[in-house]
């Protein structure tokens, strides 16, 4: 009886979660349209000319390849230019995927400013919407990062990944792998809308306060 009721109360609170999502996608899609639009134009001139968006293959649930979305921060190419260059390819690996904008030169001045401030994030509801990420989840991650976590990637795989997690709300880039990949498991371990709720609450404080982004 316990283990129907644990059963019955995970889908009401996934089916709920859902809904929610759905509902605050779409809400903040209409209202950032504005945003898009600004955006389209400046993206059509200097540095940063090129298309609005960035698109990245990203793991999501039981292994499900997806294109995850985001304001461009990088000039045209950045992709193939970090794998072109084998000591910033190091550097990136090393860094738990990724680079400090200091050293990486990929980055546009705008980019700065829209990484800083997570707008760059904002477009992670169309991921949302299309029901490949939700809100509060462990971060999607690329393939090559799935060797992080070891025996425990089925675990890791075993949820929708999110756009603010447990990570994020915890120090976000300030925590490197393998430490990230534990408190990525503790939130697929303790999902619950009370859990969702203080991750939702520390991961806004931490934007505002421009904690761990880059």
């Known amino acids: 009886m316990g283990q129907r009721n644990r059963t019955v109360g995970k889908w009401g609170y996934l089916f709920i979660k859902r809904a ?9 899609l209409i209202c950032m349209t504005p ?5 389209l134009v400046i993206y059509r001139f200097g540095q940063n000319r090129g298309p609005l968006f960035y698109k990245q293959e990203r793991v999501g649930k039981n292994g499900r390849k997806f294109l995850i979305y ?10 193939e230019r970090l794998h072109q260059n084998p ?5 990136y690996v090393e860094n738990s995927y990724k680079l ?3 050293i990486d030169p990929r980055i546009t001045k705008l980019g700065k400013f829209l990484r800083k401030t997570s707008v760059d994030e904002l477009p992670q509801f ?3 919407l299309k029901g490949e990420m939700t809100l509060i989840g462990p971060r999607p991650i690329i393939e090559e990062e799935l060797q992080e976590y070891g025996d425990q990637v089925d675990k890791f795989l075993s949820v929708t990944p999110g756009a603010m997690g447990y990570w994020q709300a915890s120090g976000r880039s300030n925590i490197n792998y393998p430490r990230r990949c534990d408190y990525e498991l503790y939130y697929v371990d303790h999902a619950s809308f009370l859990f969702d709720t203080k991750i939702l609450f520390k991961n806004v404080m931490s934007i505002f306060k421009g904690e761990g982004a880059y």
């Open 20 to 28: 929610i999502d759905i509902v605050i996608a779409l809400i903040a």
């Open 35 to 39: 945003l898009f639009l600004l955006l």
């Open 70 to 79: 985001k304001f461009r921060s990088m000039v045209v190419g950045a992709e």
């Open 87 to 91: 000591e910033l390819y190091q550097k």
């Open 100 to 102: 400090p904008p200091e």
């Open 126 to 128: 169309i991921n949302i």
